[in-house]
């Protein structure tokens, strides 16, 4: 992909705010960070028209609570045409890392984040969202 160059004016404090941006991200440059800050406006824009999206959801819980993993995978099977695949790790005796891979409408999405975040014992659960097309 070709890159433009172009030359912007910014306040100080802006221009600082960006360069603490930059080194707490350990972007190489200036440039890296703008883009990589655009295209996740893009991305959350698409959210929002609930345009077609790609991510992942992450989950943390733990897999020795009865009847956890069952309500779980009804959840899964409810947006069963947005769940690509799920891989579990199990961590430690009562820790178990999921993460499932998701693709389809972002209102979607969330809807298939929130019905898991519902589900009583999960301790964490994050979804990303990117742009599919």
């Given at each position: 992909m070709s890159v433009t160059r172009f030359g912007?004016?910014?306040?100080?404090?802006?221009?600082?705010?960006?360069?603490?941006?930059?080194?707490?991200?350990?972007?190489?440059?200036?440039?890296?960070?703008?883009?990589?800050?655009?295209?996740?406006?893009?991305?959350?824009?698409?959210?929002?028209?609930?345009?077609?999206?790609?991510?992942?959801?992450?989950?943390?819980y733990d897999p020795e609570k009865r009847e956890l993993l069952t309500q779980i995978n009804h959840v899964l099977e409810e947006f069963h045409a947005?769940?690509?695949?799920?891989?579990?790790?199990?961590?430690?005796?009562?820790?178990?890392?999921e993460i499932i891979a998701v693709k389809g409408i972002a209102k979607r999405l969330t809807a298939l984040s929130d019905a898991l975040v519902t589900v009583k014992g999960i301790h964490h659960c994050k979804l990303s969202m990117s742009r599919a097309k």
């Open positions: 912007i004016s910014i306040e100080q404090d802006l221009l600082e705010a960006l360069d603490e941006y930059v080194k707490e991200n350990r972007f190489s440059n200036r440039s890296q960070a703008i883009r990589h800050l655009i295209s996740r406006n893009i991305i959350e824009h698409k959210w929002q028209c609930n345009n077609q999206v790609a991510g992942s959801i992450t989950l943390f947005e769940v690509l695949s799920a891989q579990r790790f199990f961590l430690e005796k009562n820790k178990c890392l």
